[in-house]
């Protein structure tokens, strides 16, 4: 199957600095990929939808300018989060579509581990 | 409303017994495709089976299958002959036609299968 690198796969940073986290589609053109977030113990929520060469889209409650999102060729999107908190630490997940639109298809990232102190 | 349910926030079994995991879902949309993801401790989602909406049969992959009961709106998991590598947080997952690009995931079930 296709695969979707997510990198780094964890990352510690200090409290006010930015992290960015990129998700690479390796063998395939993703013209849209999704950035997910996971609390502990809970489920994955959608944070916002990026296409390819176009503004991301937001889901109602995630801040755009705290998390910010670039999807700047068909195999890479990356996500900053600006000016972190400790309440930002978490495990963001990205996923990535084709144009083909099976539903079938859907790829997922191995996950980004953040802590934030 | 929720859109995707699942019931079971842990569910226990013995190894090589079967186990079912409930998913219960929520739409409009006649067009729409249910998922099911495991998820180990490291936190990668593992694609197990999937079930579109018109698809006649129940799906299966391996030791997977999906019992789908479309007027009931339910896609339960079920794993046969349970194994120790099979304990793990488990999600069930919707995505409908016309809401493309939108997977609506469910709070999971963590499943530990004792030796």
């Known amino acids: 199957g296709a695969v979707v690198s997510q990198h780094p796969s964890w990352v510690i940073c200090k409290s006010g600095t930015s992290v960015k986290i990129e998700c690479r589609s390796l063998d395939f053109q993703a013209t849209t990929m999704f950035w997910y977030r996971q609390f502990p113990k809970q489920s994955l929520m959608l944070m916002a939808t990026s296409n390819e060469g176009s503004k991301a889209t937001y889901e109602q409650g995630v801040e755009k300018d705290k998390f910010l999102i670039n999807h700047a060729s068909l195999t890479l999107s990356t996500l900053t989060v600006t000016s972190a908190h400790p309440e930002d630490s978490s495990f963001y997940i990205c996923?990535?579509?084709?144009?083909?639109?099976?539903?079938?298809?859907?790829?997922f990232g191995q996950g980004t581990r953040l802590t934030v102190v | 409303a929720q859109k995707i349910t699942q019931t079971q926030p842990g569910m226990f079994v013995q190894e090589k017994e079967a186990v079912t995991l409930d998913c219960t879902y929520d739409?409009?949309?006649?067009?729409?495709?249910l998922f099911w993801y495991k998820q180990p401790s490291s936190g990668e989602m593992i694609f197990l089976i999937y079930q579109g909406s018109y698809d006649q049969q129940n799906a299966t992959e391996g030791r997977y299958s999906l019992n789908f009961q479309k007027a009931r709106k339910s896609a339960n998991l079920v794993i046969s002959a349970s194994q120790l590598g099979d304990s793990a947080m488990y999600f069930c997952a919707m995505r409908e036609l016309y809401n493309f690009n939108k997977f609506y995931f469910g709070s999971g079930t963590k499943l530990n299968v004792k030796p």
């Open positions: 739409t409009s949309d006649p067009s729409y495709g």
């Open positions: 996923s990535a579509g084709t144009r083909s639109g099976s539903n079938t298809e859907a790829f």
